[in-house]
């Protein structure tokens, strides 16, 4: 196919250059919604290509316009986010993050590297394919509300509402070529769970004359656990987790206040929605029948990432001819979160990997200090996405 020899021809062309963008990206990383300097270098980048675009959404938001023939025919938006996180970077890379504390450790330098990237094919080639691209470059993924929720109330689609959003993440498990799918539910919503077990303290000697207050919020997480085990159907994937419990007394001190945090994580709005109000029942009289009581706050986070049906197996096929249907990979649902997940409840989008696995060496793990990617993959990365979007325009 004609098309697809030219994208690969101009991502190979371009790589190095990519390759480029992501190291500056990846060595000078800023936090969620403080992407000043990313912001600023990604705007010199689509300058130079010649793509107009408006910045300021969210503070370091952007969104670039690539019009095409007949641009008022079809409008598709391609999205990457830009944050880092407050990780302490332990890569023997020569572009390693100068940056104390933050480092690129979920990927976002390369996907807004590819984005570029990708921006800068469909651009040369707009003169083929009818209608308009949108380009968001997206902040604060990693950080609750989230850019994506942010920027569509900041009013990116007011003007044009795309029919189609794609969107892309890297995969350490996955061979750096490759790219996975999955149709429907794929990722999990992600609600913060922070309660706060309240009573009377006092020496760890004489209990019958306080509250046992580290108790109860012992006993409380036990009888949570209950919620996902005999309350949620066993056939809907659902983790509640807590790992963080503060009980700030001594060996002999019952302190007056403990705080515990975690996480909810599920694949059903509905069930979602009765887990909350689960928890807050349960939280709230198991301290009570001790004696104590408890607050309930609990953060809604991101929505379930739901991949619209038609438009991933479309994807699919449009992989299977640039890839191969040997590099293209059913993926199992994940119980990770994703603010993707607020693009996806409002417009037909797919959110899919592609891998970056080291050939010779340790790739690392998503949020650890040592992830490091395999920079070959940037070339799956760029090329899919400009062949997903021309394919999708045409």
Known sequence: MESKQRIKNLTQKYLGEIIEIRRHIHQFPEISFDEVNTSKYIQQQLTKIGI???????????????????????????????????????????????????????????????????????????????????????????????????????????????????????LPTMKSGHAGFKEGMYMASGDEIYLTIKGKGGHAAM????????????????ALQQIVSR???????????????????ATNIIPEQ????????????????KIKTKIREIATFTAQSMGAEC????????????????????????????LGKEQTEAMDTRMTAEDFGYYTQQYPCTFYRFGVQQANEETGNLHTPQFNLNESSLETATGLMAYLAYRFMT
């Open 52 to 170: 107009p675009f408006k910045a300021g959404y969210v503070k370091t938001g952007i969104v670039g316009t690539i019009k095409g023939k007949n641009p008022e025919k079809k409008v598709i938006a391609l999205r990457a986010d830009m944050d880092a996180l407050p990780i302490q970077e332990k890569s023997n890379v020569p572009f390693c993050s100068v940056n104390d504390g933050v480092m690129h450790a979920c990927g976002h330098d390369a996907h807004s590297a590819a984005l570029v990237g990708a921006a800068k094919i469909l651009f040369e080639l707009r003169s083929e394919w009818e209608g308009t691209i949108l380009l968001i470059f997206q902040p604060a993924e990693e950080v609750f509300p989230g850019g994506a929720k942010l920027m569509m109330e900041a009013g990116i689609f007011d003007k044009q509402k795309p029919e189609v959003i794609l969107g892309q993440h890297v």
């Open 207 to 222: 209990p019958h004359l306080l509250t046992d207050n580290v108790l109860i919020a012992s006993q409380i997480i036990v």
């Open 231 to 249: 309350f949620v159907p066993a056939q809907l994937p659902t983790v509640l987790s807590f790992g963080k419990f503060i009980a700030n007394g």
């Open 258 to 273: 403990v705080e515990i945090a975690g996480t909810l994580r599920t694949m059903n709005e509905k069930w979602r929605a």
């Open 295 to 322: 607050e309930v706050d609990i953060k809604d986070g991101y929505p379930v990432v739901h991949n619209d049906e038609k438009v991933t197996r479309q994807a699919i096929e449009f992989s299977e001819e640039y």
